[in-house]
Protein backbone atom coordinates (compact mmCIF):
# COMPACT_ATOMS: atom_id res chain seq x y z
CA UNK A 1 0.00 0.00 0.00
CA UNK A 2 1.22 3.25 -0.97
CA UNK A 3 2.20 5.82 1.64
CA UNK A 4 -0.32 8.45 2.69
CA UNK A 5 1.98 11.00 2.37
CA UNK A 6 3.95 10.30 -0.74
CA UNK A 7 6.25 12.71 -2.25
CA UNK A 8 4.82 16.15 -3.10
CA UNK A 9 5.93 18.31 -6.24
CA UNK A 10 4.50 21.94 -5.65
CA UNK A 11 4.43 23.27 -9.26
CA UNK A 12 5.28 26.95 -8.01
CA UNK A 13 3.47 28.53 -11.05
CA UNK A 14 1.93 32.42 -9.92
CA UNK A 15 -2.13 32.62 -9.12
CA UNK A 16 -2.32 29.11 -8.82
CA UNK A 17 -1.71 26.54 -5.89
CA UNK A 18 -0.96 23.32 -7.82
CA UNK A 19 0.93 20.46 -6.15
CA UNK A 20 1.66 16.96 -7.83
CA UNK A 21 1.85 13.03 -5.96
CA UNK A 22 3.48 10.64 -8.26
CA UNK A 23 3.18 7.73 -5.64
CA UNK A 24 -0.46 8.48 -4.26
CA UNK A 25 -1.32 4.98 -5.42
CA UNK A 26 2.02 1.92 -5.60
CA UNK A 27 1.79 0.29 -8.98
CA UNK A 28 -0.01 -2.89 -7.95
CA UNK A 29 -2.98 -0.84 -6.76
CA UNK A 30 -3.17 1.28 -10.06
CA UNK A 31 -2.69 -1.62 -12.20
CA UNK A 32 -6.05 -3.37 -10.00
CA UNK A 33 -8.09 -0.19 -10.04
CA UNK A 34 -7.50 0.65 -14.04
CA UNK A 35 -8.36 -2.69 -14.89
CA UNK A 36 -11.28 -2.77 -12.73
CA UNK A 37 -13.27 0.56 -13.58
CA UNK A 38 -12.21 -0.28 -17.60
CA UNK A 39 -14.75 -3.07 -17.18
CA UNK A 40 -17.53 -1.80 -14.64
CA UNK A 41 -18.33 1.74 -15.00
CA UNK A 42 -20.91 2.52 -17.34
CA UNK A 43 -18.91 4.77 -19.78
CA UNK A 44 -20.68 7.30 -22.46
CA UNK A 45 -20.04 9.49 -25.16
CA UNK A 46 -21.49 12.83 -25.18
CA UNK A 47 -22.09 14.95 -27.99
CA UNK A 48 -20.17 18.66 -27.51
CA UNK A 49 -20.99 21.61 -29.45
CA UNK A 50 -17.49 23.16 -30.84
CA UNK A 51 -18.02 26.72 -33.18
CA UNK A 52 -21.56 25.38 -33.94
CA UNK A 53 -20.88 22.09 -34.81
CA UNK A 54 -21.81 19.07 -32.92
CA UNK A 55 -18.93 15.99 -32.50
CA UNK A 56 -18.87 13.14 -30.20
CA UNK A 57 -16.27 13.81 -27.22
CA UNK A 58 -13.14 12.38 -27.98
CA UNK A 59 -13.09 10.37 -24.64
CA UNK A 60 -15.84 8.48 -22.02
CA UNK A 61 -16.59 9.62 -19.51
CA UNK A 62 -18.70 8.93 -16.19
CA UNK A 63 -20.32 10.38 -13.42
CA UNK A 64 -20.43 9.36 -9.67
CA UNK A 65 -21.96 11.38 -6.81
CA UNK A 66 -23.02 10.61 -3.18
CA UNK A 67 -25.60 13.43 -3.87
CA UNK A 68 -28.20 13.91 -6.71
CA UNK A 69 -26.65 16.66 -8.16
CA UNK A 70 -25.96 17.34 -11.89
CA UNK A 71 -22.86 18.43 -13.50
CA UNK A 72 -22.93 20.20 -16.29
CA UNK A 73 -20.10 21.58 -18.81
CA UNK A 74 -19.90 22.47 -22.77
CA UNK A 75 -23.67 21.98 -22.92
CA UNK A 76 -23.50 18.37 -21.81
CA UNK A 77 -25.46 17.78 -18.78
CA UNK A 78 -24.63 14.90 -16.96
CA UNK A 79 -26.52 12.88 -14.05
CA UNK A 80 -24.69 10.97 -11.58
CA UNK A 81 -24.53 7.43 -10.55
CA UNK A 82 -24.24 6.27 -7.02
CA UNK A 83 -20.59 5.27 -5.77
CA UNK A 84 -19.16 1.75 -6.70
CA UNK A 85 -16.99 0.47 -3.74
CA UNK A 86 -14.04 0.90 -6.08
CA UNK A 87 -14.89 4.85 -6.41
CA UNK A 88 -15.79 5.13 -3.32
CA UNK A 89 -12.53 3.10 -1.79
CA UNK A 90 -10.75 6.22 -3.94
CA UNK A 91 -12.59 8.70 -2.81
CA UNK A 92 -11.98 7.58 0.74
CA UNK A 93 -8.17 7.54 0.51
CA UNK A 94 -8.24 10.98 -1.56
CA UNK A 95 -10.42 12.77 1.89
CA UNK A 96 -8.08 11.81 4.25
CA UNK A 97 -5.27 12.42 2.45
CA UNK A 98 -6.54 16.05 1.15
CA UNK A 99 -8.80 16.59 4.41
CA UNK A 100 -11.89 17.58 2.14
CA UNK A 101 -15.29 16.07 1.36
CA UNK A 102 -15.96 15.20 -2.05
CA UNK A 103 -19.57 14.87 -3.28
CA UNK A 104 -18.72 14.11 -6.81
CA UNK A 105 -16.56 11.65 -9.10
CA UNK A 106 -16.15 12.78 -12.91
CA UNK A 107 -14.37 9.40 -14.26
CA UNK A 108 -12.87 10.27 -18.19
CA UNK A 109 -11.85 7.21 -20.40
CA UNK A 110 -8.78 8.29 -22.56
CA UNK A 111 -9.27 5.07 -25.03
CA UNK A 112 -5.61 5.90 -27.12
CA UNK A 113 -4.05 9.09 -28.28
CA UNK A 114 -6.81 10.47 -30.02
CA UNK A 115 -9.10 10.89 -27.32
CA UNK A 116 -8.51 13.87 -25.52
CA UNK A 117 -9.38 17.14 -23.30
CA UNK A 118 -9.26 20.70 -24.98
CA UNK A 119 -8.22 24.11 -23.15
CA UNK A 120 -10.72 24.80 -20.21
CA UNK A 121 -10.80 25.38 -16.64
CA UNK A 122 -12.76 23.56 -14.21
CA UNK A 123 -15.21 27.32 -13.40
CA UNK A 124 -18.41 25.96 -13.46
CA UNK A 125 -20.77 27.79 -11.38
CA UNK A 126 -21.97 24.47 -9.08
CA UNK A 127 -18.56 24.10 -8.24
CA UNK A 128 -18.50 27.20 -6.06
CA UNK A 129 -15.24 29.98 -5.90
CA UNK A 130 -11.95 28.35 -6.08
CA UNK A 131 -12.90 24.78 -6.12
CA UNK A 132 -10.88 21.79 -5.26
CA UNK A 133 -10.07 19.57 -7.85
CA UNK A 134 -8.53 16.36 -7.39
CA UNK A 135 -7.27 13.94 -10.24
CA UNK A 136 -6.30 10.16 -9.71
CA UNK A 137 -4.37 8.90 -13.27
CA UNK A 138 -4.38 5.63 -13.63
CA UNK A 139 -2.61 3.87 -16.88
CA UNK A 140 -1.11 5.19 -19.72
CA UNK A 141 1.10 8.38 -19.20
CA UNK A 142 -0.01 11.37 -20.53
CA UNK A 143 0.98 15.11 -20.55
CA UNK A 144 -1.25 17.49 -18.98
CA UNK A 145 -0.58 21.07 -20.34
CA UNK A 146 -1.00 24.54 -18.45
CA UNK A 147 -1.57 28.04 -19.79
CA UNK A 148 -1.91 31.25 -18.03
CA UNK A 149 -5.16 32.97 -19.39
CA UNK A 150 -3.45 36.39 -19.27
CA UNK A 151 -0.10 36.16 -18.98
CA UNK A 152 2.29 34.34 -21.09
CA UNK A 153 3.22 31.40 -19.09
CA UNK A 154 2.75 28.09 -20.04
CA UNK A 155 3.82 24.86 -18.02
CA UNK A 156 3.55 20.93 -19.11
CA UNK A 157 3.90 17.88 -16.80
CA UNK A 158 3.75 13.83 -17.07
CA UNK A 159 0.68 12.52 -15.30
CA UNK A 160 1.73 8.57 -14.35
CA UNK A 161 -0.29 5.76 -13.66
CA UNK A 162 -1.11 5.57 -10.16
CA UNK A 163 -0.82 9.46 -9.26
CA UNK A 164 -2.79 12.17 -7.78
CA UNK A 165 -2.77 16.08 -9.22
CA UNK A 166 -4.29 18.33 -6.37
CA UNK A 167 -5.66 22.23 -7.81
CA UNK A 168 -6.80 24.12 -5.53
CA UNK A 169 -6.81 28.69 -4.80
CA UNK A 170 -7.02 30.68 -7.41
CA UNK A 171 -6.40 27.93 -10.16
CA UNK A 172 -9.18 28.01 -11.97
CA UNK A 173 -9.74 31.76 -12.13
CA UNK A 174 -6.02 32.20 -13.80
CA UNK A 175 -4.96 29.00 -15.71
CA UNK A 176 -6.52 26.40 -18.62
CA UNK A 177 -5.51 23.24 -19.00
CA UNK A 178 -5.73 19.95 -21.31
CA UNK A 179 -4.64 16.61 -22.27
CA UNK A 180 -3.72 17.12 -25.61
CA UNK A 181 -3.52 14.44 -28.29
CA UNK A 182 -0.60 12.53 -29.79
CA UNK A 183 0.06 10.45 -32.45
CA UNK A 184 2.02 8.30 -30.58
CA UNK A 185 0.68 4.69 -30.24
CA UNK A 186 -0.52 4.30 -26.55
CA UNK A 187 -2.75 2.75 -24.48
CA UNK A 188 -5.81 3.31 -22.13
CA UNK A 189 -5.78 6.26 -19.50
CA UNK A 190 -8.71 6.98 -16.25
CA UNK A 191 -8.76 9.57 -14.59
CA UNK A 192 -11.03 10.04 -11.56
CA UNK A 193 -11.25 13.82 -10.93
CA UNK A 194 -13.02 14.35 -7.73
CA UNK A 195 -15.09 17.93 -6.65
CA UNK A 196 -17.34 19.44 -4.48
CA UNK A 197 -21.30 20.10 -5.71
CA UNK A 198 -23.34 21.17 -2.95
Known amino acids: MASLFPDEISLNLPDSDISY????????????????LKEKV???????????????????TSLY??????????????????????????????????KIEFTTCLLNLYRDGKDSNGWHADNEKELGVNPVIASISLGQERFFHLKHK????????TLEHGS???????????????????????????????RVIK
Open 164 to 194: LLVMKGATQHHWLHQIPKTAKKIGARINLTF
Open 42 to 60: PWQQDNIKVFGKVHPQPRL
Open 21 to 36: FPNFLSEEEATAYLKL
Open 150 to 157: SKDLKHKI
Open 65 to 98: ASNSKSYSYSNITMVPNSFSDEILQLKERVEAFS
